[in-house]
Protein backbone atom coordinates (compact mmCIF):
# COMPACT_ATOMS: atom_id res chain seq x y z
CA UNK A 1 0.00 0.00 0.00
CA UNK A 2 1.30 3.18 -0.83
CA UNK A 3 0.77 6.67 1.49
CA UNK A 4 2.23 9.82 2.27
CA UNK A 5 3.44 10.04 5.93
CA UNK A 6 3.07 13.51 8.00
CA UNK A 7 6.55 14.08 9.25
CA UNK A 8 5.47 13.57 12.93
CA UNK A 9 2.93 10.49 12.62
CA UNK A 10 3.60 7.81 14.74
CA UNK A 11 4.74 4.46 12.99
CA UNK A 12 2.03 2.03 13.44
CA UNK A 13 4.57 -1.17 13.56
CA UNK A 14 7.61 0.10 15.92
CA UNK A 15 10.53 -2.32 15.97
CA UNK A 16 11.02 -2.80 19.97
CA UNK A 17 12.43 -6.25 21.17
CA UNK A 18 12.28 -6.63 24.95
CA UNK A 19 14.67 -5.29 26.44
CA UNK A 20 16.60 -3.87 23.76
CA UNK A 21 16.20 -1.02 21.73
CA UNK A 22 16.34 -1.48 17.96
CA UNK A 23 17.90 2.00 16.80
CA UNK A 24 21.21 2.90 16.25
CA UNK A 25 23.24 6.19 15.90
CA UNK A 26 24.11 7.73 12.90
CA UNK A 27 28.13 8.28 13.38
CA UNK A 28 27.56 12.21 12.14
CA UNK A 29 24.86 14.63 12.07
CA UNK A 30 21.43 14.55 10.31
CA UNK A 31 23.00 15.97 6.96
CA UNK A 32 25.84 13.31 7.00
CA UNK A 33 28.97 16.24 7.05
CA UNK A 34 30.92 17.29 10.10
CA UNK A 35 29.79 17.87 13.06
CA UNK A 36 28.44 21.44 14.00
CA UNK A 37 28.19 22.16 9.57
CA UNK A 38 24.77 23.56 8.69
CA UNK A 39 21.79 20.98 8.64
CA UNK A 40 21.00 20.47 4.48
CA UNK A 41 17.11 20.24 3.82
CA UNK A 42 15.11 17.35 3.75
CA UNK A 43 12.23 16.42 1.72
CA UNK A 44 10.89 13.24 0.74
CA UNK A 45 10.13 12.62 -3.14
CA UNK A 46 6.92 10.08 -4.70
CA UNK A 47 8.68 7.67 -6.62
CA UNK A 48 5.84 5.08 -6.70
CA UNK A 49 6.25 3.19 -9.74
CA UNK A 50 8.21 6.38 -11.56
CA UNK A 51 10.42 4.21 -13.44
CA UNK A 52 14.34 4.06 -13.16
CA UNK A 53 15.08 6.71 -15.45
CA UNK A 54 13.48 9.36 -13.12
CA UNK A 55 15.03 7.53 -10.08
CA UNK A 56 18.18 8.29 -11.22
CA UNK A 57 17.81 11.69 -12.26
CA UNK A 58 16.38 12.46 -8.34
CA UNK A 59 19.57 10.30 -7.52
CA UNK A 60 22.32 12.25 -9.15
CA UNK A 61 20.91 15.72 -8.52
CA UNK A 62 23.51 18.19 -8.65
CA UNK A 63 23.65 19.22 -4.88
CA UNK A 64 22.20 16.41 -3.49
CA UNK A 65 24.41 15.34 -0.27
CA UNK A 66 22.46 11.79 -0.22
CA UNK A 67 19.44 10.05 -0.48
CA UNK A 68 17.70 7.29 1.23
CA UNK A 69 15.25 4.50 -0.75
CA UNK A 70 12.33 3.09 0.78
CA UNK A 71 9.88 1.62 -1.36
CA UNK A 72 7.98 4.54 -2.66
CA UNK A 73 9.45 7.36 -1.11
CA UNK A 74 13.64 8.91 -1.71
CA UNK A 75 14.21 10.58 1.16
CA UNK A 76 16.60 13.36 0.09
CA UNK A 77 19.25 15.98 1.61
CA UNK A 78 20.53 18.48 -0.36
CA UNK A 79 20.59 22.36 -1.30
CA UNK A 80 17.36 23.93 -2.00
CA UNK A 81 18.12 24.07 -5.29
CA UNK A 82 18.26 20.29 -5.46
CA UNK A 83 15.29 19.77 -4.19
CA UNK A 84 13.61 22.52 -6.04
CA UNK A 85 15.19 20.41 -9.32
CA UNK A 86 13.70 17.22 -7.97
CA UNK A 87 10.32 18.77 -7.66
CA UNK A 88 10.40 19.26 -11.27
CA UNK A 89 10.72 15.28 -11.47
CA UNK A 90 8.01 14.40 -8.83
CA UNK A 91 6.19 15.48 -6.15
CA UNK A 92 8.01 16.76 -2.77
CA UNK A 93 6.89 16.71 0.29
CA UNK A 94 9.35 19.24 2.38
CA UNK A 95 10.09 18.26 6.12
CA UNK A 96 9.98 20.59 8.54
CA UNK A 97 13.94 21.68 10.10
CA UNK A 98 15.61 19.44 12.05
CA UNK A 99 18.56 20.59 13.91
CA UNK A 100 21.66 19.78 12.71
CA UNK A 101 23.28 18.16 15.92
CA UNK A 102 20.46 15.26 15.86
CA UNK A 103 21.22 11.75 14.71
CA UNK A 104 19.45 9.66 12.22
CA UNK A 105 18.09 6.25 13.60
CA UNK A 106 16.65 3.29 11.16
CA UNK A 107 13.92 1.31 12.79
CA UNK A 108 12.53 -1.91 11.71
CA UNK A 109 8.83 -2.39 12.68
CA UNK A 110 8.92 -5.58 14.56
CA UNK A 111 6.82 -8.74 13.60
CA UNK A 112 5.53 -7.34 16.91
CA UNK A 113 3.23 -4.45 18.58
CA UNK A 114 3.36 -0.95 17.70
CA UNK A 115 5.24 1.65 19.68
CA UNK A 116 6.49 4.40 19.10
CA UNK A 117 9.54 6.15 20.60
CA UNK A 118 9.38 9.82 22.47
CA UNK A 119 11.56 11.95 20.82
CA UNK A 120 11.62 11.12 17.50
CA UNK A 121 10.66 12.52 14.21
CA UNK A 122 9.34 10.82 11.76
CA UNK A 123 11.40 11.40 8.18
CA UNK A 124 9.80 8.31 6.04
CA UNK A 125 8.32 5.00 6.45
CA UNK A 126 7.17 2.69 4.30
CA UNK A 127 7.62 -1.37 3.50
CA UNK A 128 8.00 -2.21 7.47
CA UNK A 129 10.82 0.52 7.73
CA UNK A 130 11.29 3.56 9.04
CA UNK A 131 13.96 6.41 9.27
CA UNK A 132 13.68 8.96 12.15
CA UNK A 133 15.68 11.70 13.57
CA UNK A 134 16.23 12.49 16.99
CA UNK A 135 18.19 14.42 19.98
CA UNK A 136 19.58 11.03 21.32
CA UNK A 137 18.22 7.28 21.20
CA UNK A 138 14.96 7.33 22.13
CA UNK A 139 13.81 5.15 25.37
CA UNK A 140 11.43 2.61 24.07
CA UNK A 141 8.05 1.86 26.48
CA UNK A 142 7.63 -1.52 27.69
CA UNK A 143 5.21 -3.45 25.96
CA UNK A 144 1.83 -3.89 26.93
CA UNK A 145 -0.72 -4.78 25.29
CA UNK A 146 -0.17 -8.42 25.18
CA UNK A 147 -0.40 -10.80 28.63
CA UNK A 148 3.27 -11.03 30.24
CA UNK A 149 3.51 -14.70 29.32
CA UNK A 150 3.54 -13.84 25.73
CA UNK A 151 6.29 -10.96 26.51
CA UNK A 152 8.23 -11.40 22.69
CA UNK A 153 12.23 -12.94 22.64
CA UNK A 154 13.27 -11.68 19.20
CA UNK A 155 16.82 -12.39 19.53
CA UNK A 156 17.46 -12.08 15.68
CA UNK A 157 15.92 -8.83 14.51
CA UNK A 158 18.68 -6.93 12.34
CA UNK A 159 19.57 -3.17 13.66
CA UNK A 160 21.56 -1.27 11.25
CA UNK A 161 22.60 2.50 11.10
CA UNK A 162 21.81 4.35 8.04
CA UNK A 163 24.05 5.43 5.91
CA UNK A 164 24.14 7.62 2.91
CA UNK A 165 22.68 6.49 -0.33
CA UNK A 166 20.71 3.19 1.39
CA UNK A 167 18.54 1.36 -0.34
CA UNK A 168 16.43 0.04 2.48
CA UNK A 169 13.34 -1.30 -0.03
CA UNK A 170 13.44 -0.98 -3.83
CA UNK A 171 10.10 -1.07 -5.73
CA UNK A 172 11.12 -3.65 -8.83
CA UNK A 173 9.78 -1.14 -11.06
CA UNK A 174 12.11 1.27 -10.18
CA UNK A 175 15.17 -0.16 -11.16
CA UNK A 176 16.03 -1.64 -14.31
CA UNK A 177 16.02 -5.76 -14.33
CA UNK A 178 16.84 -8.55 -16.70
CA UNK A 179 14.68 -11.34 -15.89
CA UNK A 180 17.00 -14.19 -16.32
CA UNK A 181 15.01 -17.16 -15.28
CA UNK A 182 13.48 -19.78 -18.03
CA UNK A 183 10.45 -21.48 -16.49
CA UNK A 184 10.04 -25.48 -17.91
CA UNK A 185 5.99 -24.88 -19.94
CA UNK A 186 4.98 -27.92 -17.02
CA UNK A 187 5.67 -25.31 -14.54
CA UNK A 188 2.47 -23.36 -15.83
CA UNK A 189 0.43 -27.12 -14.57
CA UNK A 190 1.85 -26.60 -11.01
CA UNK A 191 0.44 -22.83 -11.05
CA UNK A 192 -3.05 -23.18 -12.26
CA UNK A 193 -3.74 -26.22 -9.82
CA UNK A 194 -3.87 -23.14 -6.94
CA UNK A 195 -7.60 -23.06 -5.62
CA UNK A 196 -7.87 -20.09 -4.10
CA UNK A 197 -11.03 -21.14 -2.42
CA UNK A 198 -9.59 -24.11 -1.06
CA UNK A 199 -7.12 -22.09 0.73
CA UNK A 200 -9.76 -20.09 2.27
CA UNK A 201 -11.43 -22.48 3.68
CA UNK A 202 -8.37 -24.06 5.20
CA UNK A 203 -7.93 -20.50 6.57
CA UNK A 204 -11.64 -20.27 8.36
CA UNK A 205 -11.06 -24.14 9.46
CA UNK A 206 -7.67 -22.40 11.46
CA UNK A 207 -9.44 -19.08 12.42
CA UNK A 208 -11.94 -21.69 14.32
CA UNK A 209 -9.33 -22.68 17.14
CA UNK A 210 -7.26 -19.59 19.45
CA UNK A 211 -4.04 -21.14 18.39
CA UNK A 212 -2.25 -19.08 20.87
CA UNK A 213 1.01 -21.26 21.77
CA UNK A 214 -0.16 -21.61 25.70
CA UNK A 215 -3.67 -22.57 24.74
CA UNK A 216 -5.50 -26.08 23.93
CA UNK A 217 -6.44 -25.07 20.52
CA UNK A 218 -3.15 -24.64 19.24
CA UNK A 219 -2.88 -28.57 19.79
CA UNK A 220 -6.15 -29.13 17.99
CA UNK A 221 -4.66 -27.27 15.08
CA UNK A 222 -1.40 -29.15 14.83
CA UNK A 223 -3.74 -32.75 14.98
CA UNK A 224 -5.83 -31.21 11.97
CA UNK A 225 -2.56 -30.22 10.21
CA UNK A 226 -0.91 -33.38 10.51
CA UNK A 227 -4.31 -35.12 9.71
CA UNK A 228 -4.20 -33.14 6.30
CA UNK A 229 -0.59 -33.92 5.12
CA UNK A 230 -1.44 -37.66 6.13
CA UNK A 231 -4.44 -37.46 3.31
CA UNK A 232 -1.49 -36.72 0.66
CA UNK A 233 -0.24 -39.52 -1.00
CA UNK A 234 3.17 -40.27 -0.75
CA UNK A 235 3.66 -37.91 1.93
CA UNK A 236 5.12 -38.93 5.85
CA UNK A 237 4.24 -36.65 8.50
CA UNK A 238 6.21 -36.27 11.59
CA UNK A 239 5.48 -33.77 14.47
CA UNK A 240 8.33 -32.18 16.52
CA UNK A 241 8.49 -30.86 20.09
CA UNK A 242 10.48 -28.35 21.75
CA UNK A 243 10.28 -25.80 24.19
CA UNK A 244 8.57 -22.76 24.98
CA UNK A 245 9.48 -21.48 28.62
CA UNK A 246 7.47 -24.25 30.22
CA UNK A 247 5.12 -25.08 27.54
CA UNK A 248 5.75 -28.04 25.00
CA UNK A 249 5.32 -26.45 21.51
CA UNK A 250 5.08 -28.91 17.99
CA UNK A 251 6.39 -28.25 14.72
CA UNK A 252 4.33 -30.08 11.99
CA UNK A 253 6.48 -31.55 9.41
CA UNK A 254 5.50 -33.11 6.10
CA UNK A 255 8.28 -34.97 3.85
CA UNK A 256 7.36 -35.21 0.03
CA UNK A 257 10.54 -37.24 -1.35
CA UNK A 258 12.23 -36.62 -4.23
CA UNK A 259 11.53 -38.43 -7.58
CA UNK A 260 14.96 -38.00 -9.12
CA UNK A 261 17.48 -36.27 -6.40
CA UNK A 262 15.50 -37.33 -2.99
CA UNK A 263 18.98 -35.99 -0.81
CA UNK A 264 18.65 -32.23 -2.15
CA UNK A 265 15.43 -30.50 -0.02
CA UNK A 266 13.23 -27.31 -0.15
CA UNK A 267 11.79 -26.14 2.50
CA UNK A 268 8.25 -23.99 2.38
CA UNK A 269 7.38 -23.22 6.04
CA UNK A 270 4.89 -20.96 7.42
CA UNK A 271 3.67 -20.75 11.61
CA UNK A 272 0.29 -21.65 12.68
CA UNK A 273 0.32 -20.34 16.11
CA UNK A 274 -1.64 -16.76 16.61
CA UNK A 275 -2.27 -14.24 19.37
CA UNK A 276 -4.27 -11.42 20.32
CA UNK A 277 -4.74 -8.59 22.70
CA UNK A 278 -6.62 -10.96 24.72
CA UNK A 279 -5.84 -14.91 23.94
CA UNK A 280 -7.80 -16.03 27.03
CA UNK A 281 -10.79 -14.78 24.94
CA UNK A 282 -9.75 -15.50 21.20
CA UNK A 283 -6.36 -15.46 18.85
CA UNK A 284 -8.05 -16.24 15.60
CA UNK A 285 -4.99 -15.48 13.10
CA UNK A 286 -6.98 -15.47 10.41
CA UNK A 287 -4.35 -13.27 8.61
CA UNK A 288 -1.61 -13.52 10.50
CA UNK A 289 -0.68 -16.33 9.57
CA UNK A 290 -3.57 -18.73 9.16
CA UNK A 291 -2.96 -17.22 5.63
CA UNK A 292 0.46 -18.30 5.54
CA UNK A 293 -0.25 -21.57 7.13
CA UNK A 294 -3.35 -22.45 4.31
CA UNK A 295 -0.75 -21.68 2.00
CA UNK A 296 1.95 -24.61 2.89
CA UNK A 297 -1.17 -26.85 3.02
CA UNK A 298 -1.72 -25.42 -0.59
CA UNK A 299 1.50 -25.61 -2.13
CA UNK A 300 1.30 -29.35 -0.98
CA UNK A 301 -1.46 -30.11 -2.67
CA UNK A 302 0.10 -28.83 -5.42
CA UNK A 303 3.43 -30.80 -5.63
CA UNK A 304 1.74 -34.09 -4.67
CA UNK A 305 -0.30 -33.61 -7.90
CA UNK A 306 3.11 -33.13 -9.87
CA UNK A 307 5.72 -35.19 -7.99
CA UNK A 308 9.31 -32.61 -8.00
CA UNK A 309 12.57 -34.20 -8.45
CA UNK A 310 13.24 -33.37 -5.25
CA UNK A 311 12.60 -33.42 -1.65
CA UNK A 312 9.97 -30.63 -0.12
CA UNK A 313 9.24 -30.18 3.27
CA UNK A 314 6.00 -28.77 4.21
CA UNK A 315 6.69 -27.38 7.98
CA UNK A 316 4.32 -25.38 9.87
CA UNK A 317 6.07 -23.66 12.70
CA UNK A 318 4.65 -23.05 16.71
CA UNK A 319 6.24 -20.51 19.13
CA UNK A 320 6.61 -17.66 16.31
CA UNK A 321 4.59 -15.19 18.22
CA UNK A 322 6.75 -15.71 21.27
CA UNK A 323 10.48 -15.51 19.33
CA UNK A 324 10.31 -17.52 16.39
CA UNK A 325 11.01 -20.96 18.62
CA UNK A 326 10.01 -23.21 16.01
CA UNK A 327 11.60 -22.31 12.95
CA UNK A 328 14.89 -21.69 15.32
CA UNK A 329 14.55 -25.66 16.39
CA UNK A 330 14.19 -26.79 13.11
CA UNK A 331 16.99 -24.47 11.96
CA UNK A 332 19.13 -25.81 14.67
CA UNK A 333 18.20 -29.47 14.07
CA UNK A 334 19.65 -29.08 11.07
CA UNK A 335 22.71 -27.91 11.71
CA UNK A 336 23.32 -30.08 14.37
CA UNK A 337 22.71 -33.55 12.31
CA UNK A 338 24.11 -32.48 9.66
CA UNK A 339 21.10 -32.47 7.10
CA UNK A 340 21.51 -28.63 6.49
CA UNK A 341 23.94 -30.13 3.80
CA UNK A 342 21.05 -31.58 2.24
CA UNK A 343 19.36 -28.04 2.05
CA UNK A 344 18.66 -26.28 -1.11
CA UNK A 345 16.20 -23.16 -0.29
CA UNK A 346 13.75 -22.13 2.39
CA UNK A 347 10.42 -20.44 1.24
CA UNK A 348 8.81 -18.44 4.40
CA UNK A 349 5.22 -17.47 3.88
CA UNK A 350 3.83 -14.96 6.38
CA UNK A 351 0.83 -12.92 6.28
CA UNK A 352 0.11 -13.21 2.75
CA UNK A 353 -3.32 -12.68 2.51
CA UNK A 354 -3.86 -9.06 3.09
CA UNK A 355 -4.25 -5.68 0.69
CA UNK A 356 -4.97 -2.45 2.12
CA UNK A 357 -5.99 -1.15 -1.40
CA UNK A 358 -5.94 -2.50 -4.87
CA UNK A 359 -2.67 -2.54 -5.46
CA UNK A 360 -1.29 -6.32 -5.29
CA UNK A 361 1.76 -5.51 -3.52
CA UNK A 362 4.23 -7.85 -2.22
CA UNK A 363 7.60 -7.70 -0.19
CA UNK A 364 10.30 -10.12 -0.77
CA UNK A 365 12.55 -10.10 1.79
CA UNK A 366 16.36 -11.89 2.55
CA UNK A 367 19.49 -10.88 3.40
CA UNK A 368 22.42 -9.40 0.38
CA UNK A 369 23.56 -12.91 -0.67
CA UNK A 370 20.00 -14.48 -1.38
CA UNK A 371 19.59 -11.42 -4.18
CA UNK A 372 19.50 -13.84 -6.97
CA UNK A 373 16.91 -15.86 -5.01
CA UNK A 374 14.66 -12.82 -4.63
CA UNK A 375 14.95 -12.20 -8.36
CA UNK A 376 13.69 -15.54 -9.12
CA UNK A 377 10.50 -14.95 -6.86
CA UNK A 378 10.36 -11.75 -8.99
CA UNK A 379 10.69 -13.67 -12.13
CA UNK A 380 8.04 -16.13 -10.99
CA UNK A 381 5.89 -12.70 -10.03
CA UNK A 382 6.21 -11.57 -13.69
CA UNK A 383 5.92 -14.26 -15.20
CA UNK A 384 2.58 -16.18 -13.93
CA UNK A 385 1.07 -13.09 -11.81
CA UNK A 386 -0.18 -9.34 -11.26
CA UNK A 387 1.74 -8.50 -8.27
CA UNK A 388 4.21 -5.65 -7.81
CA UNK A 389 7.44 -6.55 -6.30
CA UNK A 390 9.44 -4.70 -3.31
CA UNK A 391 12.69 -6.29 -1.95
CA UNK A 392 14.55 -5.70 0.64
CA UNK A 393 17.46 -6.99 2.38
CA UNK A 394 16.85 -6.56 5.82
CA UNK A 395 15.84 -9.35 7.32
CA UNK A 396 13.94 -9.16 10.58
CA UNK A 397 11.11 -10.45 12.94
CA UNK A 398 9.62 -13.67 10.95
CA UNK A 399 10.57 -17.60 10.25
CA UNK A 400 13.41 -17.38 7.60
CA UNK A 401 15.65 -15.09 10.43
CA UNK A 402 16.49 -18.35 11.87
CA UNK A 403 17.80 -19.89 8.89
CA UNK A 404 19.37 -17.22 7.20
CA UNK A 405 21.48 -16.88 10.31
CA UNK A 406 22.66 -20.52 10.02
CA UNK A 407 23.19 -19.71 6.24
CA UNK A 408 21.13 -21.30 4.37
CA UNK A 409 19.47 -19.94 1.14
CA UNK A 410 16.24 -18.25 2.41
CA UNK A 411 13.78 -15.58 1.55
CA UNK A 412 10.43 -14.12 3.51
CA UNK A 413 7.28 -13.47 0.91
CA UNK A 414 4.89 -11.03 2.94
CA UNK A 415 2.54 -9.06 1.94
CA UNK A 416 4.05 -5.36 1.50
CA UNK A 417 0.83 -3.81 3.49
CA UNK A 418 1.47 -5.89 6.60
CA UNK A 419 2.26 -3.08 8.50
CA UNK A 420 -0.80 -1.39 8.06
CA UNK A 421 -3.19 -4.03 8.53
CA UNK A 422 -5.75 -2.84 11.25
CA UNK A 423 -6.58 -6.57 13.13
CA UNK A 424 -2.63 -7.44 13.39
CA UNK A 425 -2.42 -9.12 16.77
CA UNK A 426 -6.17 -8.57 17.34
CA UNK A 427 -9.07 -10.39 18.21
CA UNK A 428 -10.40 -8.97 15.26
CA UNK A 429 -8.46 -10.68 13.09
CA UNK A 430 -10.74 -12.51 10.72
CA UNK A 431 -10.99 -14.32 7.75
CA UNK A 432 -12.97 -11.37 6.24
CA UNK A 433 -10.13 -9.35 6.42
CA UNK A 434 -8.37 -11.75 3.64
CA UNK A 435 -7.92 -10.93 -0.04
CA UNK A 436 -8.67 -13.82 -2.31
CA UNK A 437 -6.76 -11.74 -4.69
CA UNK A 438 -3.79 -11.22 -2.99
CA UNK A 439 -3.57 -14.29 -1.59
CA UNK A 440 -3.78 -16.11 -4.89
CA UNK A 441 -1.66 -14.17 -7.07
CA UNK A 442 0.99 -14.67 -4.09
CA UNK A 443 1.11 -18.36 -4.03
CA UNK A 444 1.03 -19.05 -7.81
CA UNK A 445 4.48 -16.93 -7.75
CA UNK A 446 5.60 -19.23 -4.75
CA UNK A 447 4.04 -22.58 -6.67
CA UNK A 448 5.75 -21.67 -9.66
CA UNK A 449 9.48 -20.34 -8.04
CA UNK A 450 9.20 -23.64 -5.75
CA UNK A 451 8.18 -26.00 -9.12
CA UNK A 452 11.05 -23.96 -10.83
CA UNK A 453 13.78 -25.03 -7.73
CA UNK A 454 12.18 -28.45 -6.90
CA UNK A 455 12.41 -29.87 -9.93
CA UNK A 456 8.43 -30.23 -11.00
CA UNK A 457 6.45 -31.97 -12.52
CA UNK A 458 8.84 -33.02 -14.95
CA UNK A 459 10.66 -35.94 -13.76
CA UNK A 460 13.21 -35.62 -16.52
CA UNK A 461 14.21 -32.28 -15.96
CA UNK A 462 17.22 -31.50 -14.80
CA UNK A 463 17.46 -27.37 -14.48
CA UNK A 464 20.26 -25.72 -15.90
CA UNK A 465 19.98 -22.92 -13.34
CA UNK A 466 23.16 -23.57 -11.17
CA UNK A 467 20.87 -23.56 -8.32
CA UNK A 468 22.27 -27.21 -7.45
CA UNK A 469 25.78 -26.77 -8.14
CA UNK A 470 25.60 -22.83 -5.89
CA UNK A 471 26.34 -20.89 -9.23
CA UNK A 472 23.25 -18.27 -9.20
CA UNK A 473 25.38 -15.86 -11.76
CA UNK A 474 22.32 -17.55 -14.13
CA UNK A 475 20.11 -15.38 -12.35
CA UNK A 476 21.91 -11.98 -11.20
CA UNK A 477 20.44 -8.81 -12.50
CA UNK A 478 21.44 -5.27 -13.64
CA UNK A 479 19.63 -4.28 -10.39
CA UNK A 480 22.42 -5.66 -8.63
CA UNK A 481 21.44 -3.25 -4.93
CA UNK A 482 17.76 -3.43 -5.76
CA UNK A 483 17.05 -5.57 -2.80
CA UNK A 484 19.06 -3.41 -0.69
CA UNK A 485 22.02 -1.18 0.18
Not at 97 to 103: D, F, G, H, S, T
Not at 114 to 119: D, I, S, T, Y
Not at 203 to 211: M, P
Not at 293 to 312: D, F, N
Request: one cysteine or more.
Amino acid sequence: MHQSSSAYAPFRRLATGCAAALLLLLAGPIHGLEAGAPAVPLAVADIDSIGPARLEALQTLEGLAWWAELDDQLLLAGSAEALSDAAGITDLRVLPPVPAEWRLFVVQASHQRPQAPAGAVELAAAAGRMIVAAPALPSLEPLGDHAAEDACRRPEQRVFALEPDMVLAAQRANHEVVRRTTFEPAVQQVVDSIDVNRWFSDIVTLAGWNRNTRRPGVLDARDWLAQQFSAFPGMSVTTQSFQVGSTTAWNVIADLPGKLRPDTWHIVGAHYDSTSENTAAAAPGAEDNASGCAGVLELARAMVAHPPAETVLFICYSGEEQGLYGSTDHASRLVASGDGAHLASVQIMDMIGYTGDADLDCLLESNSSNIPLMNLYADAAAQYTNLRIVTSTFPFGSDHVPYLNRGFTTLLVIENDWDSYPSYHRTTDLPGNVSLAMGGETLRMNAAALAHLAGAPSAEAVFGSGFESGDLSEWSSSCSDCGGG
